[in-house]
């Protein structure tokens, strides 16, 4: 899997996102630029490129994941109005306190941790 494809596609969806590009441009641009990377990298098409389908159709669900996963994120996090700092604490220590009763409700004697022997 070619990681630079999924950071370059990552990076120009998050710079679209950024400067308010609608969301069909931006995919657009992305499978532009995306094309423009896989043009200059693979120069003679598939007899270049190194991964069969199954590898490629991974690559591609794992891209179109992350990006979507952005777009939740930055989505949420322009329309959500988030607490005050003080409201956030609490709602934190609360959530912390209701995990760790949870736990030592479930887990009253810890979990054991399997060990090699030597």
């Avoid at 669900?61 to 956030?88: D, G, K, W």
């Amino acid at each position: 899997m070619d990681i630079f494809l999924l950071v370059l596609a990552t990076a120009a969806f998050v710079t679209g996102l950024s400067i308010g590009v609608p969301p069909v441009w931006l995919l657009g641009s992305t499978v532009i630029v995306l094309l423009i990377y896989m043009g200059l990298r693979y120069p003679r098409g598939r007899a270049d490129w190194k991964y069969g389908a199954i590898e490629s159709l991974y690559t591609l669900s794992t891209m179109v994941t992350m990006l979507l996963l952005v777009y939740i994120i930055f989505m949420a996090a322009t329309s959500i109005r988030l607490p005050n700092s003080m409201e956030l604490s609490m709602a934190i220590a609360a959530l912390a306190f209701m995990g760790m009763f949870l736990l030592g409700l479930f887990y009253p004697s810890g979990r054991k941790m399997p060990f090699r022997k030597r």
